[in-house]
């Protein structure tokens, strides 16, 4: 099973300020099966970016995927205040099928 | 648009089986492209991926979970479903339902979650 580590737990930011969250596999991922959602307080997860740096419909463009084979990197350019929530990367691994989340980052408020 | 909403038991007791099912609105269940998942999320915990089950009828589970999970179909009503049995107080989670889309291996569309608590 591959295993998905973020880094840091949690990210203490202003708005305006550049977000970089990272996460990285155990073994190499295909970058075409590797998500990143965006989770807030009392709701389910929303869909940012698919196949590693794909935007998903209606995800504005400050938002931005990067990386390949074990090291792939969510930026959110210019942080809103609607942006502080917590972060999951997933990835897809055909043999056998199976889907893995990363454990979190929260990106906060300082 | 596609709209997804699970409905079950928001409590279980130990050891029994929890039971949701989820109904999708919006579009065919039968849709090729698509895969329909369970997703869990323990309180102040991360998510955890329960399994899915292909529109073809073809299921994949976690393998920690496997030896306790049914995903099924219910094409006439439009809705699949998760039995997880021999539940425990560590089952006790959010359940989430969601389409994933085989082509990109993503979940786009969520359901919005259901609490499940298991206690006597």
């Known amino acids: 099973e591959i295993v998905l580590t973020q880094s840091p737990g949690t990210l203490s930011l202003s708005p305006g300020e550049r977000a970089t969250l990272s996460c990285r596999a155990s073994q190499s991922v295909s970058s075409s099966y590797l998500a990143w959602y965006q989770q807030k307080p009392g709701q389910a997860p929303r869909l940012l970016i698919y196949?590693?740096?794909s935007r998903a419909t209606g995800i504005p463009d400050r938002f931005s995927g990067s990386g390949s084979g074990t090291d792939f990197t969510l930026t959110i350019s210019r942080l809103e205040p609607e942006d502080f929530a917590v972060y999951y990367c997933q990835q897809y691994g055909s043999s056998p099928p199976a889907l893995t989340f990363g454990g979190g980052t929260k990106v906060e408020i300082k | 648009q596609l709209q997804l909403q699970e409905s079950g038991s928001g409590l279980v007791k130990p050891s029994q089986t929890l039971s949701l099912t989820c109904a999708v609105s919006?579009?065919?269940?039968?849709?090729?492209?698509?895969?329909w998942s369970w997703i869990r999320q323990p309180p102040g915990k991360g998510l955890e991926w329960i399994g899915y089950?292909?529109?073809?009828?073809?299921?994949y589970y976690n393998p920690s979970l496997k030896s306790r999970v049914t995903i099924s179909v219910d094409r006439s009503k439009n809705q699949f479903s998760l039995k997880l049995s021999s539940v425990t107080a560590a089952d006790t989670a959010v359940y989430y339902c969601?389409?994933?889309?085989?082509?990109?291996?993503?979940?786009?569309?969520w359901g919005q979650g259901t609490m499940v608590t298991v206690s006597s």
């Open positions: 969601a389409s994933y889309i085989v082509v990109v291996g993503a979940f786009d569309i």
């Open positions: 196949g590693a740096s």
């Open positions: 919006g579009g065919s269940i039968s849709s090729g492209g698509y895969s």
């Open positions: 089950i292909y529109h073809s009828g073809s299921t």
